[in-house]
């Protein structure tokens, strides 16, 4: 990995390129993050360091994290992660990793928690479609159907598509694009929707999977 950021959804809007074409993109508050940690070869048996965003009041830290944040003289921070960058053995723990480490044309991956949307049905979970409402359909219209039959299998197969937690998990949106980087106020223009809710915390890093 040459890059990574952790930082902050703002929301959606829309620009134009140099051909005049609108473009929508997802504008991100990325960094500044602090190196809190450096993990070495000879100490964990791999170069990485753990970089943290976004401010926290003292009292909402427990005290294991209050000394890992003294121990690395740097303030406390909402959010850490870890990053092995390719440059890790360069950094040191204080340094500052600003917006700026992306460019613009940049391929990258964004990863964040999608939206949470409770105990849902099969039609809003898996768009799934419901039965007519007329002709003595019955309470069921909204029903996943049938589960599988009775004597054989006699049970219901993994991965069945059935009502259950619907979002809030981690998603990764691969392959976008960066179309603007502001320096100045910490802010990355990606193209298209990221996972997540407005405010929303979402690393980004180089893509795994560069198309050619």
């Known amino acids: 990995m040459q890059k990574g ?3 902050k959804k703002i929301g959606m809007t829309q620009i134009f390129d140099e051909t005049g074409k609108v473009v929508p993109v997802t504008v991100v508050e990325a960094g500044p993050c602090v190196v809190v940690q450096k993990k070495t070869v000879e100490n964990d048996g791999y170069e990485a360091v753990q970089l943290g965003y976004g401010e926290i009041r003292a009292k909402r830290v427990n005290k294991p994290l209050q000394g890992h944040f003294k121990k690395a003289d740097v303030a406390m921070k909402r959010t850490l992660k870890e990053f092995k960058l390719a440059d890790a053995a360069n ?7 600003k917006a700026e480490v992306f460019t613009e044309g940049d391929v990258v991956d964004v990863s964040g928690t999608s939206k949470g949307h409770g ?4 039609i809003k979970r898996h768009n799934g479609h419901r039965l007519k409402e007329t002709h003595g359909t019955g309470p069921v219209h909204r029903h996943a159907g049938s589960y599988g039959a009775c004597s054989d299998p006699s049970r219901i197969y993994k991965g069945k598509k059935m009502p259950g937690q619907y979002g809030n998990v981690k998603v990764t949106v691969q ?9 100045e106020n910490n802010l990355i223009a990606i193209k ?10 979402v690393t980004i890093c180089d893509s795994v999977k560069k198309k050619a």
């Open 192 to 201: 298209g929707a990221i996972p997540g809710p407005k405010n929303g915390t």
């Open 119 to 122: 105990f849902s049905g099969t």
């Open 175 to 183: 392959n976008l694009t960066v179309v603007k980087v502001d320096a």
């Open 5 to 7: 950021i952790i930082g």
């Open 91 to 97: 950094m040191n723990v204080g340094d500052i990793v």
